[in-house]
C-alpha cells in the first residue's frame, strides 16, 4: 500500500523535489546543483534533510541527488523490503532510473551498510565512496567498545514488532529523541521536529522498526563474522568519523583483513555521531577531494 507523508516538506534553497518510480517504490528525490553526481545516502531516524548543510556547500560543482530510503522521509511504498538485499535493489534501481553514470557515494550510519555492499559487489556502478561515521568493511567488534555498548540499547526496542513503531511516534517520542540527542546535543528544535514529524505517521514507525530489524540488527550481526574478510575493496574510498564519538574510532577499528586499491581514514573533530550537521565541511571537503583525485 503507496501511504503519502503528510508531515511537511522542510526547505532547504536550491533543492528541486520530485518522485521517480523504482520497483515497488516511488522514490522521493530532492536534488540540488550540476556538475559530477554525487547520490547522499541518509541514515537513522533522518531522511534527505540530514544534508540541508552539506548541500549549499557541493551545489556549485555537483549534481546532488539526495534520496529518501524506502521506509523514510517522501517516499512511497509498501511497509515490506527493509533487508539489505531489497535496498541495495532500490539504490541502484535509481541510479538506472535517472542515468547516474558512476556518482560518488555518500553513506552514514545504516545507509554504510548499502555503501560497503555497493562497493564491493557492484565497483563499476560507483566512482568513490565517502563513507561517514562507519569503521572499516573489516572492523570486529572489540573490547574496547564493550563499556559504550550501553548506548545502543534503543535498537532492540524499535526493532521490536509492535513496541518499536509505538516506541517511534507515540507521546514524546522519547525512544527517537534520545537516537537524535543522546550521545550529544545537536538540533535544534525545528531540527528536530523535522525528522520526528514523519515518525508520528504508523507507516513510517513500522518502516524504522523495519529498518532496525531487517538491515541494522543482522549487519551488524555480519560485522562480528567477517563478512568482508579476505575481499578486495578496488573502490577509491573515504572513510570519516567523528571525533566525539566514543565508540567508533581510528584507534578501535582494529587490523585491516582485506585489502583495497585506495582507503584512508580521516577524523573529524568536534563532530559527534551527525557530521552531516556538525561539520559538513569536513563532509565536503571529503567528496572534493575524492572527485578530484578520480577525474
Known amino acids: 500500500m503507496n501511504v503519502a507523508t503528510i508531515a511537511p516538506m522542510p526547505e532547504v534553497a536550491g533543492a528541486r523535489h520530485r518522485w521517480i518510480a523504482v520497483g515497488d517504490l516511488?522514490?522521493?528525490?530532492?536534488e540540488a546543483g550540476?556538475?559530477?553526481?554525487?547520490?547522499?545516502?541518509?541514515?537513522?531516524?533522518?531522511?534527505?534533510?540530514?544534508?540541508?548543510?552539506?548541500?549549499?556547500?557541493?551545489?556549485?560543482?555537483?549534481?546532488?541527488?539526495?534520496?529518501?530510503l524506502r521506509g523514510t522521509g517522501w517516499t512511497r511504498g509498501p511497509s515490506i523490503g527493509f533487508d539489505l538485499?531489497?535496498?541495495?535493489?532500490?539504490?541502484?534501481?535509481?541510479?538506472d532510473a535517472l542515468d547516474l553514470d558512476r556518482p560518488i557515494l555518500v553513506t552514514h550510519d545504516y545507509s554504510c551498510f548499502i555503501g560497503w555492499r555497493?562497493?564491493?559487489?557492484?565497483p563499476n556502478r560507483i566512482r568513490g565512496l565517502v563513507a561517514l561515521g562507519s569503521p572499516h568493511p573489516w572492523t570486529r567488534p572489540s573490547l574496547s567498545m564493550v563499556p559504550q555498548m550501553w548506548r545502543?540499547?534503543?535498537?532492540?526496542?524499535?526493532?521490536?514488532?509492535?513496541?518499536?513503531?509505538?516506541?517511534?511516534?507515540?507521546?514524546?517520542?522519547?525512544?527517537?529523541?534520545?537516537?537524535?540527542?543522546?550521545s550529544r546535543p545537536t538540533f535544534d528544535e525545528a531540527e528536530r521536529e523535522v525528522f520526528l514529524a514523519v515518525l508520528r505517521q504508523?507507516?513510517?514507525?513500522?518502516?524504522?522498526?523495519?529498518?532496525?530489524r531487517r538491515l541494522i540488527?543482522?549487519?551488524?550481526?555480519?560485522?562480528?563474522?567477517?563478512?568482508h574478510d579476505d575481499r578486495h575493496l578496488s573502490v577509491?574510498?573515504?572513510?570519516?568519523?567523528?571525533?566525539?564519538?566514543?565508540?567508533?574510532?581510528?584507534?578501535?577499528?582494529?587490523?585491516?583483513?582485506?585489502?583495497?586499491?585506495?582507503?584512508?581514514?580521516?577524523?573529524?573533530?568536534?563532530?559527534?555521531?551527525?557530521?552531516?550537521?556538525?561539520?559538513p565541511d569536513a563532509v565536503a571537503a571529503a567528496v572534493r577531494g575524492l572527485a578530484a583525485h578520480t577525474a
Do not use: C, K, N
Request: proline share 8%.
Open 236 to 279: 577509491p574510498t573515504r572513510i570519516v568519523l567523528a571525533g566525539e564519538d566514543p565508540v567508533i574510532t581510528e584507534a578501535s577499528l582494529g587490523p585491516w583483513r582485506g585489502t583495497a586499491d585506495d582507503l584512508r581514514v580521516s577524523t573529524a573533530a568536534g563532530a559527534g555521531h551527525f557530521i552531516a550537521s556538525d561539520r
Open 152 to 182: 545502543l540499547w534503543f535498537q532492540p526496542v524499535i526493532a521490536a514488532p509492535g513496541l518499536g513503531p509505538l516506541a517511534a511516534r507515540s507521546g514524546r517520542q522519547g525512544t527517537v529523541r534520545y537516537m537524535l540527542d543522546g
Open 217 to 227: 540488527i543482522p549487519g551488524m550481526a555480519r560485522m562480528t563474522r567477517g563478512e
Open 118 to 122: 555497493l562497493a564491493f559487489d557492484h
Open 202 to 212: 504508523p507507516e513510517h514507525a513500522r518502516g524504522l522498526s523495519g529498518i532496525y
Open 85 to 95: 538485499e531489497s535496498q541495495v535493489r532500490d539504490v541502484l534501481g535509481l541510479l
Open 34 to 68: 550540476a556538475g559530477v553526481p554525487v547520490v547522499l545516502l541518509h541514515g537513522s531516524p533522518q531522511h534527505w534533510f540530514e544534508w540541508r548543510s552539506v548541500a549549499p556547500l557541493l551545489a556549485a560543482e555537483h549534481r546532488l541527488v539526495m534520496p529518501d
Open 26 to 30: 516511488d522514490v522521493h528525490v530532492a
